[in-house]
């Protein structure tokens, strides 16, 4: 559905109410004039009527409509830019992160947003852009800065959210609480879908850090470039935090497996410990005639005080060795 559609004039929104696809192109007419049009998982009817009023590209709005797409830039020639952006909100219940997607389509004089899933709404973005005239009688780039801007700024929670819950498994891992194999592998697998959402958008965002696109006014460049730098920050968080986890997860296996060895060695020591006054009393228990002590009086204790002897001499020996 069109969640919002607004022209833009003399640094100001220009209608209170959101006005219709085809009326709104004819505003977009470029320069400090633009239309801003909004949409959220649209049907492929409501993608028709936004492409014959643009004059959208074909393939790009096929992309646009089935979603499931890769951060990227891409130039349609004479006909604009079409823009990937991943976005990401973490839900820190089930450890999981949630992502969708951003298609811009990028023309003289329009920016189209193709929002998919529930992270990274942008009526607060949008709100933030008209708050700042100076921005808004830069063109159509200015609502790109702001879209960019919100969807990197998005990243910072999923980042914390993460960090938080590597922190709890690194804790529980050295406090002995249980197995976290499975939990660690289960965070390392959100922290590698979510390099993959920002990874790729670094060199669209170094372009256009770069200046690569002349549309783009020289003065909003340094905007670009702070949400590049926010990007770059946030790709090595999650980097370290990939290295991070693999590091615990090698961990976590050693000290399951000094544990293991530690409870086989306890089990050992006791198993020779019963052994030795087992093989006494099975001596014993074979019933011979001719065992010179079984007509002593003193041979049953002295056999009792043999046997004690033997085990707590094995006892005081395993534990000075440390296997009980």
């Known amino acids: 559905m069109i969640v919002d559609c607004a022209h833009y004039s003399g640094g100001k929104r220009q209608h209170d109410h959101p006005l219709d696809p085809e009326d709104a192109a004819k505003m977009a007419r470029g320069g400090g004039e633009f ?98 005239p100076d921005l808004i009688e830069m063109g159509a780039a200015s609502a790109v800065w702001a879209i960019l801007d919100k969807v990197v700024d998005d990243y910072r929670p999923v980042v914390d959210g993460l960090e938080n819950d590597l922190e709890e498994v690194e804790d529980n891992i050295f406090r002995q609480h249980g197995d976290s194999t499975q939990r660690i592998y289960f965070l390392k697998r959100e922290v590698i879908e979510f390099h993959r959402a920002v990874a790729p958008l670094l060199g669209p965002l170094e372009a256009l850090e770069r200046g690569a696109f002349p549309q783009i006014d020289p003065e909003l460049q340094t905007f670009f470039r702070d949400v590049a730098d926010h990007a770059r920050r946030v790709d090595e968080t999650v980097m370290s935090q990939r290295e991070l986890l693999t590091s615990i997860l090698e961990a976590n296996l050693a000290l399951l497996s000094v544990r293991q060895n530690e409870v086989v060695r306890a089990i050992s020591a006791w198993a020779a410990i019963i052994a030795v006054p087992t093989f006494i009393a099975s001596v014993y228990g074979m ?3 001719h065992m010179p002590e079984l007509g002593s009086p003193f041979g049953y204790p002295l056999a009792l005080l043999v046997m004690a002897a033997c085990v707590l001499a094995l006892y005081r020996f395993f534990r000075r060795i440390d296997w009980l």
């Open 287 to 289: 019933n011979f005639e």
């Open 35 to 132: 239309v801003w049009l909004g949409l959220h998982e649209p049907d492929a009817e409501e993608m028709a009527i936004v492409k014959r009023a643009f004059d959208l590209p074909e393939l790009a709005v096929e992309d646009a409509t089935r979603a499931h797409q890769r951060p990227k830039l891409e130039d349609y020639a004479g006909d604009g830019f079409f823009v990937v952006l991943r976005t990401a909100r973490y839900d820190d219940a089930k450890e999981e992160v949630e992502f969708g997607e951003i298609h811009l389509f990028i023309g003289t004089g329009y920016v189209i947003a193709v929002r998919h899933g529930d992270a990274s709404e942008l009526n607060s973005a949008r709100r933030r852009l008209e708050e700042r």
